[in-house]
């Protein structure tokens, strides 16, 4: 028995969102305020019977709701006999191996080729209560949505209840039918489902006087003791042990004798005898102090995790790392959580972590998700054999690490789109690279996994060639953000979460997951002037002599076009003004003349060498020394041929860009530092 899916309306950014379950682990990932913890309290609230707040109602349905109270007709009370606000509908699936005793309740039909069943939860207020809330909102001359909210606020549970159903399923249309059971009791619920979790608020702290850790102790032994026989030899021996305290206790509390007839005072013996005095003997008062340790309150109160160090001394365990203290905390809020749910474990169980990745460095983020899912196997596994019961694990993160190292099956990306949040399974990005376009899908993901899972959590990204513009593209946005201040409605370039990823000239394979991730995108990419041959091959050439590209990135972004029928389609692109160059969120830059001169570039580096070669023959003697150029005429430069320039006297790329952050001097004269090139200048006030 899994649980498949989940349908929320109206709860927080969750104004009409689906989420498909993972069988076994579902990584749910995205940025921050994109509803994953949402999704998790939602669940929490109501298989837990948690109370629901005014403030959970989505915004637009508490204004829609407003609009409502307030226009009721009284006359037509028969036709609205509520209205609705929060709902979750869970789709459990089941089949022949399991238990039909939690769920049969449940069913609506007989159908023997139905497997599913529908739980719904909904909030909800009757019409006698949307009477009384109109009566008060006119008494108390609430005259606005902010004044209603105010009250409601305070007041929300007095007017709204929360009905829980099973719903009919038609297995054909795959959709839920208008068939309605009659309201079902959460204990029946809890049968069949619970949910139980670590959230993302821990209370770790390497604090001295914050013992969490340590407390931890006292809930992990609660939850062993609870499955485990209070028979087996490891409680009779702590009973034993906690006796002999007992007696030992008593004595140093209340006092004793010794075997020579000698009274040795207790802590307590001063006090007992001046309350006997008052009391008199005669009336028979006499008190003893008695201990009475338990075993939770001893672990609680009375133990504390420490670290070994050498084998022979211990630290206290707030003198470790808060990551440490992060990993240790889950690992046993895991266990506790685990033996919880064993010990009266429904049909399905539902646990969830929340950004395990709180504090620790990626080392220990790949630990963590390298090891979680063969430990949760472990569990799930024993769950099954011994009580025939499912364990589904729930993760929410928004670190890459954690990303780069997982399955990426088991992803599922929330997405923010305007007032609402979609998710989508990483799986169904597949469908994008249909036909020979699978070995696309393989490359991305590999991709993805070896370099650049922060795509995941960026919101926008720069597509670069190579080394060259990884080096200096942070300094050219730099310059961009110097030289044209943005209004103050834009943020500077380097401070937005702008992702720079190296694609070489195969960015197009990217732009299915570009569009999947719904992030704003600017590829940067070399015209790539180039001739054709008999054979009908590219060949690298002047670019005042070409008559096409060979880029296939450039090649793909223009194919609904019909580039290629072109006779001279180098010329064509050249034509193209920067709207041509946008394709829905994404938009392409390659070499164009600046505003100011007639060159055509080829690549970045006779672009480059083109507008600043004042700046060239300025740092010429460091530039040869640095490695950046080999040692040059100043007529080869002056001439105006950069391409040859370029192609003749760049030693090594790398080093040709390392050495213009060297030599630049953004306070000096102008031929003391470089200007960023058109097509580049143009891309990056795009993409701001």
């Not at 670069?464 to 030289?483: Q, V």
Request: aromatic fraction near 10%; hydrophobic fraction near 35%.
């Amino acid at each position: 028995m899994i649980l498949k899916k989940m349908k929320v309306k109206n709860f927080r950014l969750l104004k009409n969102f689906e989420l498909d379950f993972k069988d076994e682990l579902s990584l749910i990932i995205g940025k921050n305020n994109c509803g994953k913890t949402s999704a998790l309290i939602i669940l929490d609230k109501m298989l837990n019977s948690s109370k629901v707040m005014w403030e959970d109602i989505n915004l637009e349905c508490q204004k829609d709701l407003y609009k409502k109270i307030i226009g009721f007709d009284i006359t037509k009370l028969d036709e609205v006999q509520l209205l609705e606000t929060i709902s979750m509908q869970l789709f459990i699936e089941y089949n022949d191996n399991d238990s039909y005793e939690n769920i049969q309740k449940f069913m609506m039909d007989l159908n023997p080729d139905n497997n599913i069943i529908v739980l719904e939860f909904i909030s909800v207020i009757a019409a006698k209560k949307i009477i009384e809330l109109k009566n008060i909102i006119s008494e108390k001359n609430i005259e606005d949505f902010k004044s209603f909210s105010k009250f409601m606020s305070k007041n929300f549970a007095n007017f709204f209840e929360m009905k829980k159903y099973s719903r009919g399923f038609d297995i054909e249309s795959n959709q839920i039918t208008q068939d309605r059971s009659e309201e079902i009791d959460n204990k029946d619920i809890q049968k069949v489902i619970k949910v139980a979790g670590i959230r993302a608020d821990r209370a770790v702290s390497n604090d001295d006087h914050n013992h969490v850790l340590s407390g931890l102790t006292g809930k992990y032994f609660s939850s062993y003791k609870a499955t485990k026989d209070e028979s087996e030899s490891v409680f009779t021996r702590l009973e034993e042990k906690l006796e002999e305290a007992d007696k030992e206790l008593y004595k140093i509390y209340n006092g004793e004798k010794s075997d020579s007839g000698k009274v040795i005072d207790g802590i307590f013996s001063n006090v007992i005898d001046v309350i006997k005095t008052y009391g008199g003997a005669e009336n028979g008062i006499d008190i003893a102090i008695e201990s009475s340790i338990s075993e939770k309150n001893l672990l609680s109160d009375n133990t504390n995790l420490s670290y070994r160090q050498g084998g022979d001394c211990s630290l206290p365990e707030t003198y470790n790392g808060l990551g440490y203290l992060n990993l240790i905390g889950i690992l046993f809020e895991i266990e506790t959580k685990i033996q919880e749910l064993f010990e009266q474990p429904a049909d399905i169980n539902l646990l969830y972590i929340e950004e395990p990745e709180a504090h620790t460095h990626p080392q220990l983020q790949y630990i963590f998700i390298r090891n979680i899912k063969s430990h949760i196997k472990t569990h799930r596994k024993k769950l099954l054999e011994d009580k025939n019961k499912q364990l589904q694990i729930l993760i929410t993160s928004h670190s890459s690490h954690i990303v780069s190292e997982c399955n990426f099956d088991d992803i599922i990306y929330l997405k923010k789109n305007g007032n609402t949040v979609i998710a989508k399974n990483f799986n169904s990005l597949k469908e994008e690279y249909s036909g020979d376009e699978q070995k696309g899908f393989k490359f991305v993901k590999q991709y993805l996994t070896m370099n650049r899972s922060e795509l995941f959590f960026t919101d926008k990204a720069i597509c670069i060639e190579g080394d060259t513009e990884r080096i200096l593209m942070p300094m050219m946005m730099h310059k961009i953000d110097n030289k044209e201040k943005p209004k103050a409605d834009l943020i500077p370039l380097l401070s937005q979460n702008i992702s720079i990823i190296e694609v070489g000239a195969h960015s197009h394979i990217f732009i299915p997951l570009f569009e999947f991730l719904g992030i704003k995108v600017l590829i940067i990419t070399d015209i790539d002037a180039a001739t054709k041959n008999n054979n009908g091959r590219y060949v690298k050439s002047h670019p005042q002599e070409a008559k096409y590209t060979s880029n296939a990135s450039i090649k793909d972004f223009f194919k609904d076009t019909c580039l290629d029928e072109s006779n001279n389609e180098f010329e064509e692109l050249l034509k193209k003004i920067p709207e041509d160059k946008i394709k829905n969120n994404i938009r392409i830059a390659y070499q164009i003349p600046e505003t100011d001169g007639e060159y055509q570039a080829s690549s970045f580096e006779d672009a480059f060498i083109a507008l600043n070669k004042d700046f060239i023959l300025k740092n010429k003697e460091e530039l040869c020394e640095y490695g950046a150029l080999k040692d040059f005429s100043n007529y080869e430069i002056e001439n105006g041929d950069y391409y040859n320039f370029a192609l003749n006297n760049v030693k090594k790329k790398s080093a040709f860009a390392s050495s213009l952050l060297y030599f630049d001097d953004e306070n000096g004269e102008e031929d003391e530092k470089w200007a960023v090139p058109h097509y580049i200048e143009e891309g990056l006030l795009w993409i701001r």
